[in-house]
Every structure is written in C-alpha cells, then in structure tokens.
C-alpha cells in the first residue's frame, strides 16, 4: 500500500523505544523519521515491551505519529524461562528472543497483508530479526535488505561452539538470500568480502551511524566552556577488557606525579559507566580519586547537551572491536569539541576521527602514549589552538542524509527484484570458511 503516494517498507527491529540500553535504537528510530522525506513510508515490526531488560517512555514521542508500530510476542529466555537463575541454553539459539521468530512472522504477513510493503528492511543485532525477515521476504516474493549494525562471527565469537555454528549458518543465508546487504564500517564489509569471497557484493553498502541535528536544537543552548577549567567526559559504559579506563587513569597520574595538573582544574566524568564502583576503585588505586567524576544515565538531549558543554571528549575502543564505531562518536563529532581516541590504529573510531581533522589519539593500552596525547591536548586548550572536527566532514554523518541514502538502496531492491536461489551465488559447504 502506498501512503501519500510512497512505497511502504517493513521494517524488522528488536531495538525499539520505550527500549533502554542500546545506542542501536537510534539507527532504527532516526530512519523512521527520515525515510519519509526521501519517499518511503516505513511499518515497524518490533517486539512485545516484556521482552526488554530495561525500559523508559523517553523516546516514544520520537516515533513519528504516522508511522504504523507493531508489536509481537517475545520472551527473553534468560528472565522469562529461567528457574533459580538458569535457563535452558537450546532455549536461547541462536538468541535469547527466539520465541519472537514464529509470533514475528505471523504479525509480519498480516501487516504485508494489509499494507503491501514494497521491501523488508531488518537490522542485526538481533539475529532472530534477520531469520524473521528472511522469512517473510522468501514467504511474499520481496526484496530484503540486511543491516549489520555489527558482524554476526569471529573466530571467538559469540561464545559456545554450537552457538556460533548457528550464527556462521543463519550469517551465510542472510548474505546468501538478501537483495542488499548493509554495513556500518569499511572494515566489516571487508570482512564479509573476505569471508564470502563466492558471493556477488556488488550491492552490499556501506552506511555509517550518525547524529541527529533535531536531537542538538532539543539539548538547547550549551554553556560556554570555561577556559579555566578542563573538563574530559567519556559518555557510555566502560568494561574491564576492552575499554578499560585503567591506563588512562594510570597517564592521569603521571601527569599528577610530574606536578602537570598542579593549579589546575582538572577532571574527567564518566557519564553512565556501568560498574561505578568499578571506576572509583581504579581511579583510587592510581591515585587520582581527586580528579575523577561519574555520573548515572541522564536524557539524551542532557547527554548530548554535556558533550557540548566538556572541554574535550573521550572514545575508547578495545582492539578486539576495532571493527566497530561507538554510535557516540558521530554525536562527539557534532557537539564540535576535541575527542581524544583511544584505540589501536587500525581501529574505525581512529581512521574516522583522523578523517575529521582531530590529531589527539593513543593506543588504549598505553599510558605513556596516552599522557603524550593528553599533554598535547592541555597545551593546545592552554593556547586556545585545540583541534575541532572538519564541519563538513562532520556533515556528511547527519541522520537526515543517512536515511536519503537507504530510501537509495531500498529504490534499488526494489528495481532490481527479490533474489532468486542461486543468484547471489552458492556454496555447498557455507560453514566451510572459518575466516
């Protein structure tokens, strides 16, 4: 069914408001509003509130009125079906919402039924979203696109070998039966080429996160950022591997050690960290309780309103997802301040703040590059010459353009046709490349 004149695409989410905990979301919601400006008029597919850990009515006034919302039957094994703590793993494959696939599809047909979609759009993870896409498109003959929001495998991951043997096979159908495959980084979709080398890739696309203009005119005006004070904020959660704020705290010592923060204002907050008990034993252990602040979750338009208002910011990034972009950075690029990267150099997050014209970056596991970075850093907003992002490279990551360029993709689905067996290729053992 056409709405004003507009194709409708079915669109396949776990991440959905009044959801709580995932950046993802935002992928899905910002879409929502924005594929309309660009001819499409998107139906969302998403699951019953009781299959969320956490959720919050902040964001549901986000969701455009004129966007039709399902909502499906789901459990989440690991609360619903779980005695004494436990539950049963075969229950939980490939994912915890399982249960959502069968309730999924029924929801799905009727609302093909009703509204006549012209494509099916669903975003990884979670990866029974895909297995219900993949059925409804097979089931009503239309176009799939596929969004990796991250990739399904690695050589470790996820855990459990019969888990990941699931997630290599459903990974491999969705690659092998979508029209249009979608990535959030260069790096992932060249992990795909590499590991599906018999797969034609000509429509598989690239399609960064972003920010939001309309989420920085809600935050409203920032205060001035004083120049007597130096304020870091890292914003989002932090774990032990992997963005461990260990070194960093151990460089802040030897900054204190070296007398470089005496007569200084100085401090970092880590906004929403998870484990704040975790953050505070670290920073005290290094010696630098003083200068460490943290912070529960607040609202997003406050989150984005403290990025405005800090002197520089902080994005770590742990080398085993140097694939991966935290959804934060396109925001950080926004708010128009300094961003210190913590991550390898191989790492997405530091090829695409290097792209922004920002130079403050150290491995994470280093100290000594880390307090090289942040020396460079105090001397620069001492001087009032520190590094800001490139404008018009910050440009290129608003949510409005980034819906433009799937309404292209969908458009091309949608010429070219649902898949057929066999046309993007096949092989007889797809669980073969263990790439």
Known sequence: ??????????????????????????????FCRYLRDHGWQPVVLTVEPRAYV????????????????????????????????????????????????????????????????????????????HLIARTLSRAAGLPWVADFRDWMTDADYPAGHLKRFLYRLIEHLVLHD??????????????????????????????????????????????????????????????????????LLEAVAELKRHGELDGKDFSIMFRAPGDEGFIRRVAERHGVGDHVRTGSTVTHAEAVREMQEASALLLMQGSRFERQIPAKAYEYLRAGRPVVTLASSASESRRLMEGAGIPYYADLESPAEIAGQLRRLLTDLDAGTERRPDPPVVTRYDRWHQAGRLAEILDGAVRTGPSTAGRRGFSPDPLNNRA
């Not at 249960?99 to 047909?109: A, D, E, I, T, Y």
Request: charged share 20%.
């Open 1 to 30: 069914m056409r709405s004003n004149g507009k194709p409708s695409v079915l669109m396949v989410a776990y991440h959905f408001p009044p959801f709580v905990g995932s950046s993802g979301l935002h992928r899905t919601l910002k």
């Open 54 to 129: 956490k959720t919050s009515g902040c964001g549901l006034e986000e969701v455009p009125p004129d966007v039709p919302v399902y909502r499906s039957f789901c459990l989440d094994t690991a609360r619903h079906l779980a005695l004494l703590g436990r539950h049963p793993g075969m229950l939980a494959l490939p994912d915890r919402w399982v249960s959502w696939w069968p309730s999924g599809v029924r929801k799905g047909l009727q609302i093909i039924e009703e509204y006549q979609p012209a494509a099916v759009w669903s975003t990884y993870p979670v990866a029974t979203a």
């Open 178 to 247: 979508s029209d249009s495959a979608v990535f959030t980084t260069e790096s992932s979709r060249q992990l795909y080429r590499d590991r599906y080398p018999h797969l034609d890739d000509s429509s598989w696309f690239l399609l960064p996160n972003g920010y939001d203009e309309a989420d920085f005119r809600a935050a409203g005006p920032a205060a001035p950022v004083p120049r007597e004070s130096v304020r870091l904020l890292h914003s989002g959660y932090l774990y032990p591997e992997e963005r461990n704020p260990g070194p």
